[in-house]
């Protein structure tokens, strides 16, 4: 296997039936971006700057964020790389930085881009950071935990103000900036047109909205195994968020545990995702599956299934068969 993964690696992946697919890496530390080469990844979907912060014993300065992103941009060699803007509450705490003392309940609680908004001062320095080092080059960002629309139109005043303040200083800005949004919270699901307007992508975060989707905690293993990614409803959720990105024409990707078993991904490329982004170890596994599967075939059979008022088996054992029937 590791032989196949190996020969696959420099190999565009593309399924069995010509359909062409973004196998993208998630990182976020020094250590991750070796695995950009060595893994044959076509870029960087998520890059969680929040793990820099995590690692430190104080706020890096805006210098040390800034050489630290070149050189991330540096190591992808022109290859695209998304970077989150910090993601930190909920179950990722910064010990130098005091949140509220208590909350009930952190993943609902004061994190990402809420936190961001309240303290503008930690966007503001990430961007700095960020544009300079992305001068001369694509940059791309996105927001975390984003629940309604004001707070991208909030996050992108705060961007452009940085774009206009180094540009009058005479910096050399990035030759085109994206902002995206993460899909991980469902109250997106109900303005998905309006989202799509709103971005210039989307990435949906599938840990966190399976999470607040199904209301268990992602953490919590007494529940691991209990609900399913892979069934109707969730099933139908993804292929929504799909469809609206193809109608607007606005990119989205997958980043999420989903995204990285061979099994998983196939459904998601069946229904409709052609960006997915995984740990680099699962590259070669789904660019093997990817290259065994009628992309096609397999949309219909999902379709048929998902419409379908009660499915003769589970959504997870109807793939099955079908990946089985594939080899
Ligand atoms: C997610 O929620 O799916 C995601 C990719 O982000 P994180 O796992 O860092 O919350
Ligand atoms: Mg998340």
């Known amino acids: 296997r590791q032989q ?3 020969e696959l690696r420099d190999k565009p992946a593309v399924s069995k039936d010509g359909v062409a697919v973004d196998l993208l890496m998630n990182a976020g530390l020094a250590v991750d971006l070796p695995q950009l080469a060595d893994s044959g990844a076509a870029g960087i979907g998520l890059f969680r700057t929040e793990l820099q912060f995590m690692v430190a014993s104080t706020f890096p300065r805006a210098e040390t964020q800034e050489r630290f992103y070149r050189d991330v941009l540096d190591a992808t060699r022109g290859k695209p790389v998304t970077f989150r803007t910090i993601d930190i509450g909920g179950d990722k705490v910064l010990p130098y930085f005091k949140t509220v003392a208590h909350e009930e309940n952190p993943a609902l609680g004061w994190r990402a881009v809420r936190l961001t908004l309240d303290r503008p001062g930690l966007l503001r320095s990430q961007m700095r ?11 791309r960002v996105m927001l975390p935990m984003v629940t309604e629309l004001g707070e991208i139109e909030r996050s992108r005043e705060i961007i452009d103000k940085e774009v206009t303040h180094l540009s009058r200083f005479g910096h050399l800005l990035p030759t085109s900036l994206k902002v995206g949004a993460m899909l991980e919270v469902p109250s997106l699901l109900f303005q998905l047109d309006e989202l799509m307007q709103a971005v210039d992508f989307v990435s949906v975060g599938s840990n966190d909205l399976f999470q607040f989707v199904m209301a268990t905690d992602r953490g919590n293993s007494q529940l691991a195994d209990r ?19 193809a109608r607007s024409d606005t990119p989205v ?3 999420g545990e989903l995204a990285g078993k061979p099994i998983t991904a196939m459904a998601l490329i069946g229904l409709g995702y052609r960006s997915i982004s995984m740990s680099s170890a699962s590259i070669g596994p789904v660019k093997a599956m990817l290259a065994e599967l009628p992309v096609r075939a397999l949309a219909s059979f999902i379709d048929e299934n998902l419409a ?20």
């Open 227 to 245: 609900f399913d990614p892979l069934s109707v409803p969730f099933m139908r959720v993804l292929k929504q968020i799909a469809e609206a990105g």
């Open 129 to 139: 950071a960020l544009l300079r080092a992305a001068a001369g080059r694509e940059l």
């Open 253 to 255: 990707t997958l980043c």
């Open 4 to 6: 196949l993964y190996r």
């Open 308 to 327: 379908g008022v009660s499915a003769r088996l589970p959504m997870r054992a109807l793939l099955q068969t079908f990946a089985d029937d594939c080899g």
